[in-house]
Nanobody
Framework: QVQLVVSGGGLVQPGGSLRLSCAAS????????MGWYRQAPGKGREWVAT????????YYADSVKGRFTISRDNAKNTVYLQMNSLKPEDTAVYYC??????????????WGQGTQVTVSS
């Protein structure tokens, strides 16, 4: 089994910044894609960003492009989301997602527990 622990959410004013972290532990052979999703009140979960296995390329939803940066530390099995120029519409519960290879032929998708990000004055 693998556990993902998310940290870094909170309340911030419009224009402010927050950094989210998501650390994986457990039976891990390797981690493929890592990503972030969010779910605003009354809405479905939406994709925010993904970083490739090597960590060199990030992909972003249009709504966050140019403001958010995703990165990963493979030695720590951790993915980060640096969020700058935050807007009220970024308010949501943020979830991390990892595609984890636990052994030969065993790859599973895992989710973190979610962290609340509230952007308000």
């Amino acid at each position: 089994q693998v556990q993902l622990v998310v940290s870094g959410g909170g309340l911030v004013q419009p224009g402010g910044s927050l950094r989210l972290s998501c650390a994986a532990s457990g039976s891990i052979s390797s981690i493929n894609a890592m990503g972030w999703y969010r779910q605003a009140p009354g809405k479905g979960r939406e994709w925010v960003a993904t970083v490739t296995t090597g960590g060199s390329t990030g992909y972003y939803a249009d709504s966050v492009k140019g403001r958010f940066t995703i990165s990963r530390d493979n030695a720590k099995n951790t993915v980060y989301l640096q969020m700058n120029s935050l807007k009220p519409e970024d308010t949501a519960v943020y979830y991390c997602n990892m595609q984890v290879t636990e052994g030969p032929g065993v790859t599973r998708n895992y989710w973190g527990q979610g962290t609340q990000v509230t952007v308000s004055s």
